[in-house]
């Protein structure tokens, strides 16, 4: 996205209740673009670009092949920290995370690229495309943790799918992730189930 992203004063919103609601969405909407990522490349349909372009990211586009590629084995590396974010408890989610902020060159700064207005990138204006997606990723996380912990990170609960999903919603109710065909075949099979002990009984 990176549109309005982080907009508002992020310094000063992060650690307390209320964070201003437009910077707490783009940092969903982050996370749900990362959640479809490691998705993708559990099922070795990785399309970076693709993904990204969709989702609000302007750079994708025109980032170059070489950029796209380094993208893409970054992201391989960090899927597996991704995909265990259901099972950590938050202080090992927190520090694996620090790890990897370390190791990204974050500096804010205000930008205005491909005529979207000036907005705040994690990292300089020079940053490689990259490295800005990798830096916006982990301080999506990093903001997410501090927020809300690894609470908000699920696994599908359809039988034989392992898909991540990040549960958006107020009360916490999200079962599945966005297959639908996930959700509609449980409840099939629901509905059957509780038919047959009807007609047993
Ligand atoms: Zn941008
Ligand atoms: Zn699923």
New binding site residues.
């Given amino acids: 996205m ?1 549109l309005a992203r982080y907009a508002t004063p992020f310094c000063c919103t992060v650690g307390h209740v209320h964070v201003a609601s437009a910077a707490q969405s783009e940092i969903r909407i982050t996370l749900e673009v990362t959640v479809a990522l490691v998705n993708d490349i559990a099922s070795d349909e990785l399309d970076a670009r693709t993904t990204l372009d969709a989702n609000g990211f ?2 994708a586009s025109n980032a170059s092949n070489a950029s796209v590629q380094r993208l893409g084995q970054r992201l391989v590396a960090l899927s597996p920290l991704v995909s265990s974010l259901p099972d950590l408890d938050d202080p090992t989610a927190m520090r694996r995370v620090n790890e990897e902020l370390t190791e990204l060159p974050i500096s804010p700064s205000i ?1 205005d ?1 491909d005529a ?1 207005g000036p ?1 705040l ?1 994690w990292t300089p204006s020079t940053a490689t495309f990259d490295d800005q997606v990798v830096s916006d990723i982990l301080m999506a996380l990093a903001l997410e943790l501090v927020e809300n912990g690894t609470i908000r990170f699920g696994r599908c609960a359809a039988d034989g799918c392992e898909r991540l999903f990040y549960d958006g919603t107020r009360n916490r109710s999200r079962r599945f992730c966005d297959d639908a065909r996930c959700a509609s075949r449980t409840h099939t099979a629901d509905h059957r189930a509780r038919r047959a002990s009807e007609r047993s009984a």
Avoid: K, S
């Fill in positions: 990176l302007p750079r930008v690229h979207v907005h990138h």
